[in-house]
């Protein structure tokens, strides 16, 4: 595989790493999958697209100041990357520690 | 020696002897010796491509989802050891089956991941080392996806 290929998956590895670490913290836009985070002055946007027909999950570096934005190559990572967002912001670690710590 | 063919040319005569049917007797059977190892090389090679081609969707299916469950887990690295030893070992399992129906890169790419995996051992310390294998793992999916859409236009 290309090496070019494999430095935008180690880029979204990262991301899953500092997304499941919580040193990146991401926020819902809105009401279904739309999610997003700032990192190095840049944002990031994750969420569902289509093209040709098929759905799939769209992970975009957006320049705050003039609003352009690029995605990054699909790969499964934004799969893992989007239930990794998930995780984090439903609170299900939370929820489990809670749940196995102090329930009756 | 033979004697010259009457009636012949003499160039003919020169090459029609016992000795010269020797030296292209031996030439072809080395020659044929060389096309029986380059069509039993093909053979082998057809094998496997047809062996992936079976194969190989539902391997790289499994892989994927045992990537997919292995991220999960990863989201409470710490809490779920077992369990990532379990997948990796799930994935080092697939990868191993699918080694032997690949050639070339794909091949070597494999063999790479193995040999990551074989070296990482799965404890609370070894965090960063086991999320390098994961994202190893990940890198040889999307190549083994990208070589079974080659086989598929070889086809």
């Not at chain 1, 809670?98 to 329930?103: D, R, S």
């Not at chain 2, 989201?75 to 997948?87: C, H, M, R």
């Not at chain 2, 794909?106 to 404890?123: A, G, N, T, W, Y």
């Amino acid at each position: 595989m290309s090496t070019e290929k494999n430095k935008w998956i180690d880029a979204v590895g990262k991301l899953i790493t500092l997304t499941q670490e919580r040193k990146l913290l991401w926020h819902s836009t809105d009401s279904y999958d739309n999610y997003q985070t700032e990192y190095g002055g840049k944002v990031l946007r994750l969420h569902w697209s289509y093209q040709d027909d098929e759905k799939f999950i769209r992970l975009a570096l957006m320049d705050p100041q003039t609003g352009v934005e690029w995605a990054f190559p699909p790969s499964a990572l934004n799969e893992h990357l989007m239930e990794a967002v998930r995780y984090q912001l439903v609170g299900v670690g939370e929820f489990l520690d809670e749940l196995l710590t102090h329930a009756v | 020696m033979c004697s010259p063919m009457l009636g012949l040319p003499t160039f003919v005569n020169n090459f029609a002897n016992r000795e010269t049917f020797y030296i292209v007797g031996n030439i072809f059977s080395i020659a044929s010796f060389f096309l029986s190892l380059f069509v039993l090389w093909n053979v082998r090679k057809l094998r496997n491509v047809y062996k992936l081609r079976a194969r190989g969707p539902s391997l790289i299916r499994d892989l994927s989802k045992a990537t997919s469950n292995l991220s999960k887990f990863m989201n409470a690295y710490a809490d779920f050891l077992p369990q990532i030893t379990e997948e990796i070992g799930r994935v080092a399992v697939k990868l191993r089956s699918l080694r032997h129906k690949l050639s070339g890169d794909p091949k070597r790419s494999v063999k790479r991941v193995l040999l990551f995996i074989d070296q990482c051992e799965v404890s609370v310390q070894n965090e960063d080392q086991v999320r390098l294998v994961y994202v190893e793992i990940v890198k040889v999916i999307e190549e083994l996806k990208d070589y079974q859409k080659d086989l598929d236009w070889e086809a």
